[in-house]
C-alpha cells in the first residue's frame, strides 16, 4: 500500500469517528425513550406492547408516577405487576422505560420509622431524608463469604433459648395455625434484643390494618422503635406491593449487615406473600401447579431466605437472622407451602393449638420444633443445665399421656410426672416479658437439680418469680461469664444453687412438728 492510500485511510478514519461522535451527542440530546402502550389492564397488573427493549424486573412508569415491574417479557407483550393505585389506568396509556430494577431507600434514618415498600412514610411525619438505594432483588451472599452461625441471638423465650436456640445468621421457621402465638414470639424476640446491638426489621405482609397499629404501638410502648424499621402491606394494597415487601426489606437488613452490625428481620408472614405472588401468577395467565401456586414459588421464598447468613470477618462479620413466619390449617405441616419453607430454613418452632387452649403460652411443640444449628449457636452455661431437660421433657409428655387411662404408677413414674408438670409450668412466660440470661439459667438450673419438685405445683408462678428476683444479686463476674461463652464451673453452679434453695426454701412444704412422748413418772 502506498503512503499516498495510507494517508487518505487516516483522513477517512478521522471523519468517520468525528461523525460518530456527533451521532452518540445528539442521540444524547434527544433522550430518545421507548414508549409503549397499555392494551389491558386487571387487578393488579396491566399487558403492555410496544417496548422492544424491555428486560425482565425492569421498572416502568405509567401515568400518576405509578410504577410497575416487567413480568412476563413475551415478544408481542409485557406482562406487568403494578405497584401503585391503578384505578386511573386504562387501555392506550403511555408507558415508559425506566433502564433499571426495583430498588428501594436504606440508610440509619430508617430507624424508628414506618414505611411501605416503596420507601414512602406511614407513619405520618416527614420525608425520609436520604440517598441511599439498594436494589429489592440482590445475589445472596457466596459461600466463600459466609461464616458458621456461632454467636446466639437471644429471645428471652425460656423454651426456645433453652430447647430451641437461635443464632446469629440463622433462618428459623416459625409456623402454627391461626391464632396460636406467632406473631408474639417475633415481637417477643425483637423487645429482647434492646441493648444488645441489634438492628430488627419487622416486615408486615398483607396484614389488617389494626394488628399493624397494635404491633407498632406495641413497639412504642417499649421502646423498640429507636432499633427497628417496620415495612407494611396491608391486606387491601395491590398485591405487587405485598409481593415486592420481603425482598425490599431484606434489601434494607443487608445494608445495615453490610455495614459490620448484626440484624433481625421478621416475614410476617410468607403465606400471605405465596398468595399474593399466586395471584400474580394466575392473572398473568402462568399454568398452576400443586394447590394452584406456580411451579417457581419454591424459588421465590429460597432466594429471599438464602440471603440470611453471618458474614466473614473480612467482609464485616455482620448478621443477619430470618424469622419468617407461616400459617398452617387444621395443625397440617406437610401441606404444599410449609414443607417449602421447613426444607429451605435451619429449623422451626411449632406453635400447638392444643398447648394454646390449655393455656401453656407460648404454645411451642417441643417435640415437632427443632433448631438445626442447635447448640453451636447457644451459651455454653445453658448446655450446662438443659442437658437433660428436652429428655425429661419428653417423658413426661408420654407418662401423661398414659396415665391418663387410669392406670397405677409406681412411685417413680409418678415422680417423673410431678418433675415433668413442673418443667412445663416454668416454661410458661407472658406476652411481651423477655427474660434475661441469668434469670434464664438460675430457674433452669433449679428445675435440672429438681428443686422445684417439693413447691405446690399452684405456687410455681410466684416461685419461678421470687427466683427471678434473686437473679439480680447473681456476683457481677458471674453474670459476666453466664453471658459469655465461658463454660459454668463447679464453683458457679453450686453458687447458683445455693441463691435458688434460699428463693424457694419459703415455697417448699415445712416438715410436720416432731412430737416427743412423753414418760410417766
Known amino acids: 500500500m502506498s503512503i499516498e492510500s495510507l494517508n487518505l485511510q487516516n483522513v477517512f478514519d478521522t471523519i468517520f469517528s468525528g461523525i460518530d461522535q456527533v451521532n452518540q451527542n445528539f442521540v444524547a440530546k434527544l433522550q430518545i425513550q421507548e414508549v409503549g402502550i397499555i392494551t389491558s389492564i386487571s387487578t393488579g397488573i396491566a399487558k403492555v ?7 425482565y424486573d425492569e421498572l416502568l412508569t405509567f401515568p400518576g408516577n405509578i410504577l410497575g415491574i416487567a413480568f412476563n417479557v413475551d415478544e408481542e407483550e409485557i406482562g406487568v405487576v403494578l405497584l401503585g393505585e391503578y384505578w386511573h389506568l386504562q387501555a392506550g396509556d403511555e408507558v415508559r422505560r425506566t433502564g433499571r430494577v426495583m430498588d428501594v431507600a436504606v440508610g440509619n434514618e430508617l430507624l424508628g420509622r414506618v414505611i411501605d415498600p416503596l420507601g414512602r412514610p406511614l407513619d405520618g411525619t416527614e420525608k425520609i431524608d436520604t440517598n441511599k438505594r439498594m436494589p429489592i432483588e440482590r445475589p445472596s451472599p457466596a459461600i466463600m463469604d459466609r461464616a458458621p452461625v456461632t454467636v446466639p441471638l437471644q429471645t428471652g423465650l425460656k423454651v426456645i433459648d433453652a430447647m430451641i436456640p437461635i443464632g446469629r445468621g440463622q433462618r428459623e421457621l416459625i409456623l402454627g395455625d391461626h391464632q396460636t402465638g406467632k406473631t408474639a414470639i417475633a415481637l417477643d424476640t425483637i423487645l429482647n434484643q434492646r441493648d444488645q446491638n441489634v438492628i430488627c426489621i419487622y416486615c408486615a405482609i398483607g396484614q389488617r390494618a389494626s394488628a399493624v397499629a397494635k404491633t407498632v404501638a406495641t413497639l412504642r410502648e417499649k421502646e423498640a422503635m429507636d432499633y427497628t424499621v ?5 391486606g387491601n394494597d395491590p398485591p405487587g406491593l405485598t409481593y415486592i415487601a420481603p425482598y425490599a426489606a431484606t434489601s434494607i437488613a443487608e445494608f445495615f449487615m453490610k455495614a459490620g452490625r448484626d440484624v433481625l428481620i421478621v416475614y410476617d408472614d410468607l403465606t400471605q406473600h405465596a398468595r399474593s405472588y399466586r395471584e400474580l401468577t394466575l392473572l398473568l395467565r402462568r399454568p398452576p401447579g400443586r394447590e394452584a401456586f ?3 414459588i419454591f424459588y421465590i421464598h429460597s432466594r429471599l431466605l438464602e440471603r440470611a447468613t453471618h458474614l466473614c470477618k473480612e467482609m464485616g462479620n455482620g448478621s443477619l437472622t430470618a424469622l419468617p413466619i407461616i400459617e398452617t390449617e387444621a395443625e397440617d405441616i406437610s401441606a404444599y407451602i410449609p414443607t417449602n419453607l421447613i426444607s429451605i430454613t435451619d429449623g422451626q418452632i411449632y406453635l400447638s393449638p392444643s398447648l394454646f387452649e390449655l393455656g401453656i403460652l407460648p404454645a411451642v411443640d417441643v417435640g415437632k420444633s427443632v433448631s438445626r444449628v442447635g447448640g453451636k449457636a ?14 425429661a421433657y419428653a417423658q413426661f409428655e408420654e407418662l401423661e399421656s398414659f396415665s391418663r387411662f387410669g392406670a397405677r404408677l409406681d412411685e417413680e413414674t409418678h415422680k417423673i410426672i410431678e418433675h415433668g408438670k413442673r418443667i412445663r409450668a416454668s416454661l410458661k412466660q407472658p406476652e411481651f416479658s423477655p427474660v434475661s440470661v441469668a434469670a434464664q439459667i438460675i430457674v433452669l438450673l433449679a428445675l435440672s437439680a429438681k428443686l422445684f419438685d417439693l413447691v405446690p405445683i399452684e405456687q410455681m408462678k410466684d416461685a419461678e418469680l421470687a427466683l427471678v428476683q434473686a437473679a439480680t444479686i447473681v456476683p457481677t463476674e458471674l453474670n459476666k461469664r453466664l453471658s459469655s461463652a465461658e463454660k459454668l464451673t463447679d464453683q458457679d453452679r453450686d453458687a447458683l444453687i445455693q441463691i435458688a434453695s434460699n428463693a424457694l426454701a419459703r415455697f417448699q412444704p415445712k416438715p410436720p412438728p416432731t412430737i416427743v412422748a412423753q414418760g410417766k413418772k
Do not use: C, F, H, N
Not at 406492547?49 to 428486560?55: D, I, K, T
Open 49 to 55: 406492547s410496544g417496548l422492544p427493549g424491555v428486560g
Open 230 to 234: 417496620i415495612m407494611v402491606t396491608e
Open 294 to 296: 406456580p411451579g417457581d
Open 378 to 391: 447457644q451459651l455454653a452455661a445453658y448446655r450446662v443445665v438443659t442437658g437433660d431437660l428436652k429428655l
